[in-house]
């Protein structure tokens, strides 16, 4: 089946079980999936019933679309994302993203766990995104386009929506939150990257380095949305520590900072 002829066929299969639209979606990154299971009303639709929909396999992404209020919002939350690395193409890892726009959804919110590649940075931080380098090496845009979404060439020199940015720091300075914000690396993985590495992207620009969230902003910017990346510093990356690194710290270290990473999703949803 032809992309476009894909994106439809899950859209209308989402309508016929919506009763009202989302205008808001977040993505889950790991650890942080509990957050879904927290919605209100919800109504949960696991991947694997979803028509032409890519299926994660990496630990802590359990993989279910569910829709319900949160805040007062009405959101869909993928609860579990799929990463470059698992082996399918951009084109398919970020369908899902074109299925929200079509849905109706205006808002990405995007989270995820990253290493630390600034060193001011510490295990826990939370960071918003103010852009991004992508060094993962491939571009979910390459292909045909898809006009009836955006242009050809579209321009991305706001991709994480700086006005929502500017919103959700104040509201978190209110509560007495920090926030970082900082620049993303992407790195395919699934190794984690290497010391050398590393140093090279500290030289580029980049604050910190995780797997995802590049595919998912390029697309929702092409499709006209507005992005809000927040990463949560999981470990400081490879060579800054004299320590391994491990999916265990990531998980440990989302799991300790659950409640502030959630009340800034909740302030995020006020302000979208
Ligand atoms: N590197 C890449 N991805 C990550 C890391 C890291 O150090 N931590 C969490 N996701």
Redesign the pocket.
């Known amino acids: 089946m032809d992309y476009s002829a894909m994106i439809n066929e899950v859209a209308s299969y989402l309508e016929q079980r919506l009763v009202t639209k989302p205008e808001i979606a977040l993505i889950l990154g790991?650890g942080l999936g509990g957050l879904a299971d927290t919605l209100e009303d919800p109504i949960r639709i696991p991947y694997s019933s979803i028509p032409c929909f890519p299926k994660p396999t990496a630990p802590g992404h359990s993989g279910a679309l569910v829709f319900g209020r949160r805040n007062g919002r009405y959101v869909a939350a993928m609860q579990g994302r799929i990463h470059y690395y698992e082996g399918l193409s951009p084109r398919e890892i970020t369908l899902p993203v074109r299925v929200l726009a079509a849905i109706g959804v205006k808002t990405l919110i995007l989270t995820n766990?990253?290493?630390g590649v600034d060193l001011s940075f510490s295990p826990g931080d939370l960071m918003l995104i103010s852009d991004h380098i992508n060094f993962c090496g491939a571009n979910p845009l390459i292909g045909e386009n898809l006009e009836h979404f955006g242009p050809r060439f579209p321009d991305v020199s706001d991709l994480y929506t700086a006005s929502l940015r500017k919103a959700v720091k104040e509201k978190a300075r209110e509560e007495g939150i920090s926030l970082k914000e900082g620049v993303y690396l992407m790195?395919s993985?699934p190794n984690?990257?290497t010391p050398a590495e590393i140093r090279a992207f500290r030289i580029l620009g980049a604050n910190a380095?995780?797997?995802s969230t590049v595919p998912e902003a390029l697309v929702a910017g092409h499709c006209g949305m507005r992005v809000l990346g927040i990463s949560c510093v999981?470990?400081m990356?490879?060579g800054v520590l004299p320590q391994k690194?491990s999916h265990q710290e990531?998980l440990e270290t989302a799991d300790r900072v659950r409640e502030t990473f959630t009340r800034v999703v909740d302030l995020a949803l006020t302000v979208a």
């Open positions: 790991s766990a990253c290493g790195y993985g984690y990257e380095v995780g797997m999981t470990n990356a490879a690194l990531v």
